[in-house]
């Protein structure tokens, strides 16, 4: 970094600086903080990519996750509320949906990130999730 005379910012002149991205309105990045909040637990995140496959009704997420059926349902609030998925009834059962593939793609490009090798910048303690977090 340079700095300039009166103590500003100044580039270096091989460097092209590209034009700021658009701003975005305040509400529109606290809704999307929100949803990327929504989308933050493991369960949440393996739930998604269980519906990404086929909509499924709880005791399907339950058996193909192998976690407790109060806490996939607590988890499915979680994801309804924030508009991830969508529920609907057929007879006695919920079946559960993503809302739209958008959603997925958050979901897969970041697990896809993560495999490609180790996370930059963050705590890199080797600890593996305990259920109760799923």
């Known amino acids: 970094m340079t700095v300039g005379v009166r103590g ?3 580039h270096s002149p091989e460097r092209r600086v590209p034009p700021p991205a658009p701003r975005q309105p305040t509400r529109t990045l606290s809704a999307a903080g929100e949803l990327l909040r929504a989308l933050a637990a493991p369960v ?7 519906l990404r496959e086929a909509d499924r009704c709880v005791h399907e997420l339950v058996e ?3 976690v407790a059926q109060p806490l996939i349902s ?22 559960y949906r993503l809302v739209d593939e958008h959603l997925a ?3 897969v490009d970041a697990v896809t990130h993560v495999d490609e090798g180790p996370p930059r910048g963050i705590n890199q303690t080797d ?6 977090e799923m």
């Open 8 to 10: 500003e910012h100044v």
């Open 44 to 50: 949440r995140i393996a739930i998604v990519l269980q």
């Open 64 to 66: 193909a996750l192998g």
């Open 74 to 95: 607590q988890h499915l609030r979680v994801l309804k509320a924030a508009g991830v998925v969508h529920g609907e009834r057929h007879g006695r059962e919920v079946v």
């Open 105 to 107: 793609h958050i979901v």
């Open 127 to 132: 600890r593996t999730p305990r259920t109760e």
